[in-house]
């Protein structure tokens, strides 16, 4: 089993910044992808950013790209992601996810475990 604990979100001006911290206790953290997902309500949770274990690569979705970096601090077994030039369409509840794979990142089925979440609200 992994636990999930997402923090740092909260309510921010359009063009502001957030990192949003994931922290991962349980099994072990280095050998599990972690992903990023957002969700507005009424819609299907989207995909984000992810992370590999294996060659550390990483995805994003191209609402995010050069605006967002996804990044992991195994020491602290925790993952990040870095919020930047935030708009009010980024207005949602975020949730990290723990993989064992290293493709197919940007599918949930991909994903054994989940947070909680943590809302994100950008006003403009």
């Known amino acids: 089993q992994v636990q999930l604990v997402e923090s740092g979100g909260g309510l921010v001006q359009a063009g502001g910044s957030l990192r949003l911290s994931c922290v991962a206790s349980g099994r072990t953290f280095s050998t599990y992808s972690m992903g990023w997902f957002r969700q507005v309500p009424g819609k299907e949770r989207e995909f984000v950013a992810a992370?590999?274990?294996?060659?550390?690569?990483?995805f994003y979705a191209d609402s995010v790209k050069s605006r967002f970096t996804i990044s992991r601090d195994g020491a602290k077994n925790t993952v990040y992601l870095q919020m930047n030039s935030l708009k009010p369409e980024d207005t949602a509840v975020y949730y990290c996810?723990?993989?064992?794979?290293?493709?197919?990142?940007?599918?949930?089925?991909?994903?054994?475990?989940w947070g909680q979440g943590t809302p994100v609200t950008v006003s403009s």
């Open positions: 992370k590999t274990w294996t060659s550390g690569s990483t």
């Open positions: 996810a723990a993989s064992q794979y290293v493709n197919g990142l940007g599918l949930l089925g991909r994903y054994d475990y």
